[in-house]
Every structure is written in C-alpha cells, then in structure tokens.
C-alpha cells in the first residue's frame, strides 16, 4: 500500500509565498507521474501542475509564471513552490501520484493525499 503525505498549507496574504510538500511511502518501485490538484466548494478539481509520465510538466495557465513544480526522485517526493498567491488561489490542494507499481511487474495504481488547504487573504 501507498500513501501520499502532503503539508505546507496554510493562511498568508495575497502576494506572500507557500510551499507544498508530498512525499509517497510504502513499497514503490516507479512513480508514472506525480503532480497537484486543488478544489474549491462546489467546483471540480483542477490540475494545477504536473510531471508526466512524459517527462514534461505541465501547469494550468492561472499558475504560470508563479507556481514551481518539483520533485526528488529518490525520496518520491514532490514539491510547489507557491509565490506571488492570490485570492483566487485559495483551495484544498491535492497531491496525486498516478501509475504507481510496487514491483516492476505489478499492476499500476493511482494514488490521492488527504488534501492542505491553502487560504489566501486579500
């Protein structure tokens, strides 16, 4: 079994800086792609940025310029460097790691932290 660990939310003010962390544990032998989603009450979950399983990232057009995306391979973890938040950026974020196999034989699996919430005040 894996499970994702995700912190570093909080309560800042527009035009500060947060950083999230995830860090998958359990019996992982790849990682396809790791990444974040956020939701708001009453919206869908959107994909605010992600590694591939390509190789490329990709971030939804609100977020670039401000948000940085990256991992350690080795420690499969994932981070977003949040600066210059807005108002609108306030959600629940989710840290997803999708195609994960504990073997290199085994079927691949998708996996969904608890969620941070990350509040920006104006």
């Known amino acids: 079994q894996v499970s994702l660990a995700e912190s570093g939310g909080g309560l800042v003010q527009a035009g500060e800086s947060l950083r999230l962390s995830c860090a998958a544990s359990?019996?992982?032998?790849?990682?396809?792609?790791m990444g974040w989603y956020r939701q708001t009450p009453g919206k869908q979950r959107e994909l605010v940025a992600m590694?591939?399983?390509?190789?490329?990232?990709n971030y939804v057009d609100s977020v670039k310029g401000r948000f940085t995306i990256s991992r350690e391979n080795a420690r499969n973890t994932v981070y977003l460097q949040m600066n210059s938040l807005k108002p609108e950026d306030t959600a629940v974020y989710y840290c997803?790691?999708?195609?994960?196999?504990?073997?290199?034989?085994?079927?691949?699996?998708?996996?969904w932290g608890q969620g941070t919430q990350v509040t920006v005040s104006s």
């Open positions: 997803t790691a999708s195609g994960v196999k504990s073997r290199s034989f085994s079927f691949a699996s998708d996996y």
């Open positions: 359990g019996t992982i032998f790849s990682i396809a792609a």
């Open positions: 590694f591939t399983s390509g190789g490329a990232i």
